[in-house]
């Protein structure tokens, strides 16, 4: 018996809708049909049938100029409960790895509003220790991971954000100012990775990074913390750079390359 062959044609049409979506994601101002027919090399009328079907589905709204724009279904999607499983369950592994090696406590955080939300959490084994809970919430201007994950914005959101985020000084070492926050936002894109030192927590020092996604953005960020005991300065400069390597390692596992950052 012969195997049956598939026919291409539903993958065609399935590479041009998911070519829309990532035009779409990349133009958060919408776009017209005529642009969008261009630049996925559909004819119009096409592309007009796509964007319709689309639309009745919610997955487009088209705003008052006829601009096509990322719909809510769609953005829940991509934002909802699933996909903060999806990141979970793909960094674990990579978290476990780091957990075993660095002997501290492992974090696993994502933006959410203008906190960051703790995602997953590997506690130490040492007695004297970090707590941090699933489900915690902490602000974004003192921790390693709020930091991470500011620096990885474009400057328009950034800005934003901070213009609406209290720049609450939790410890004498807590960043309150808006200039020196940028400026620490600079130097923590320049090495990779940001520094909690003591800021939320006085004895605690945390480091960590942002975990991209296949588009190049901020999907979420990892950390290492520990007591300023165990936490030297020259120690943390080895646990950083394996912060780095495991951001980079969950970033790869989420389809994101340096090339295709780069062309988006």
Known sequence: MKARKSSPAPVGVLTK?????????????????????????????TAYRFLAHLESAGYLI???????LLGPRLVHLGSGNTYQSTIRKVSRPILDALW????????????????????????????????????MRRPLHCT????????????????????ATKLEKLTPHSITRRAELIAELGRIQRRGYALDDEEVELGAR????????????????????GPVTRMSRT?????????????????????????????S
């Open 62 to 68: 088209r705003d008052s100029t006829g601009a096509y």
């Open 144 to 163: 390693g991971l709020g930091k991470a994950i500011l620096a990885r914005q474009s400057t328009s959101l950034r800005d934003e954000m901070l213009a």
């Open 235 to 263: 120690r943390t400069s080895a646990i950083a750079d394996a912060v780095k390597r495991a951001a980079l390692e969950i970033s790869q596992s989420l389809g994101y390359t340096r090339d295709r950052a780069a062309r």
């Open 17 to 45: 809708v998911l070519s829309i979506f990532d035009l779409l994601d990349h133009s958060p101002d919408g776009l017209q049909l005529r642009f969008i027919a261009e630049q996925t090399k559909l004819n119009k009328s």
């Open 100 to 135: 075993r090696g660095t002997g501290e406590t492992v974090n696993l955080a994502v933006l959410d509003g203008r906190e960051v939300l703790y995602l997953d959490v590997l506690e130490s084994a040492h007695s004297f220790r970090l707590v941090s809970q699933i489900g």
């Open 206 to 225: 945390c480091v960590a990074a942002a975990v991209l996604d296949s588009s190049g953005y901020v999907a979420a960020a990892i950390s290492v913390s």
